[in-house]
T-cell receptor, first 111, second 114 residues
């Protein structure tokens, strides 16, 4: 059964720092990997989707990479801002198609 | 606009009073799913559906029912709600076509069972 781990569980940084959030998974036979953002009490917003054939995706200040062989993905946030404060989750879809979620990284960016 | 719509967004009910949370998507997605989210436990899948008339249990199906009579709708039914079903519920959908697969979420339904 696929297991997804996100490290760190929580992160507090000053504004302007470049950040790396990590997502690891145990079964490398994946279909895709998706990063989400969730504000407290709100729904999940899709940030980036990486198909299994891709190595990375970029959107604005966000860059997500995928290394299937090592079972890892990283979400890079450049020049962090207080508005980036949220919980970031990754979800991995495998052969069964059913996505498996990590527990998330809670990020606080303080001015 | 592509979206997943859940109703109601907020609901307070009492133990044993049947309720239904509706979920509808306008993207012609095959896959739909229900999750509950509780502090410290993350997202847990309740039920999912790969297409019309095809549903299957997730990790925490006890106390819930679903149906998929139409492709766009996937209601979650609590026949006899109990306080341990107080939670934040999310519906999600995605296409199963090769090269697609982006998962879209509804805004959530916060349920309190007294």
């Amino acid at each position: 059964k696929q297991e997804v781990t996100q490290i760190p569980a929580a992160l507090s940084v000053p504004e302007g720092e470049n950040l790396v959030l990590n997502c690891s998974f145990t079964d490398s036979a994946i279909y895709n990997l998706q990063w989400f953002r969730q504000d407290p009490g709100k729904g999940l917003t899709s940030l980036l989707l990486i198909q299994s054939s891709q190595r990375e995706q970029t959107s604005g200040r966000l860059n997500a990479s995928l290394d299937k062989s090592s079972g890892r993905s990283t979400l890079y946030i450049a020049a962090s801002q207080p508005g980036d404060s949220a919980t970031y989750l990754c979800a991995v879809s495998g052969g069964s198609y059913i996505p498996t979620f990590g527990r998330g990284t809670s990020l606080i960016v303080h001015p | 606009e592509a979206q997943v719509t859940q109703n109601p967004r907020y609901l307070i009910t009492v133990t044993g009073k049947k309720l239904t949370v509706t979920c509808s998507q306008n993207m012609n997605h095959e896959y739909m799913s229900w999750y509950r989210q509780d502090p410290g436990l993350g997202l847990r899948q309740i039920y999912y559906s790969m297409n019309v008339e095809v549903t299957d249990k997730g990790d925490v199906p006890e106390g819930y029912k679903v149906s998929r009579k139409e492709k766009r709708n996937f209601p979650l039914i609590l026949e006899s709600p109990s306080p341990n079903q107080t939670s934040l519920y999310f519906c999600a959908s995605s296409s199963t076509r090769v090269g697609a697969g982006e998962l879209f979420f509804g805004e959530g339904s916060r349920l309190t069972v007294l």
